[in-house]
């Protein structure tokens, strides 16, 4: 859940600042590449949350077995990641600079692949409900 929610946070700031930044006498917004990497990743976002939600709703009635839930731990900290990557791109220069609130994001992000079992593992015990 705090790893979709980030993705979903991330991805609004960066929203926000490039309908902000200038470059070339346009807003970043404005450029196609962005366009498609906002509506890209937005999707991807859209559909890690549905995937989220209805593993509390299993959750919620006892049904939310290892596996499954091995599958979001893995596949929304790999979406954070990749959400965060791309928000620091969008931002420029900007991005690497600590106080941006999307530098912090991207670190933040970073170990969310490694803590609570890393995401090796994770597949790994994906692995053993299907290959058993
Ligand atoms: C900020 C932070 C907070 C933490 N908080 C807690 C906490 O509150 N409680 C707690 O118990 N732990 C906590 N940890 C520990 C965390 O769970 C471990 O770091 C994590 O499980 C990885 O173990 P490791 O660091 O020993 O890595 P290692 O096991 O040494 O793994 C190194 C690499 O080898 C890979 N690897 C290891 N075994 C396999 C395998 N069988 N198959 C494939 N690849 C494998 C890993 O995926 C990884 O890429 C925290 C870690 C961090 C960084």
Known sequence: MGAIAAAEATLNLTIQYIKERQAFGKQV???????YKIAELATEVEMGRVF?????????????????????????????????????QLH?????????QVARAWA?????????????IMKELISRKYLK
Request: charged share 25%; hydrophobic share 35%; aromatic share 10%.
């Open 29 to 35: 917004a404005e450029f196609q590449n962005t366009k």
């Open 52 to 88: 989220a939600d209805r593993c509390v709703e299993l959750h919620d009635n006892k049904q939310l077995d290892g596996a499954t839930a091995s599958m979001a731990k893995y596949s929304l900290t790999e979406l954070q990641c990749k959400v965060a990557d791309a928000c620091v």
């Open 92 to 100: 420029g220069g900007y991005g690497y600079i600590w106080e941006y």
């Open 108 to 120: 933040d992000a970073r170990v969310q692949r490694i803590y609570a079992g890393t995401n090796e």
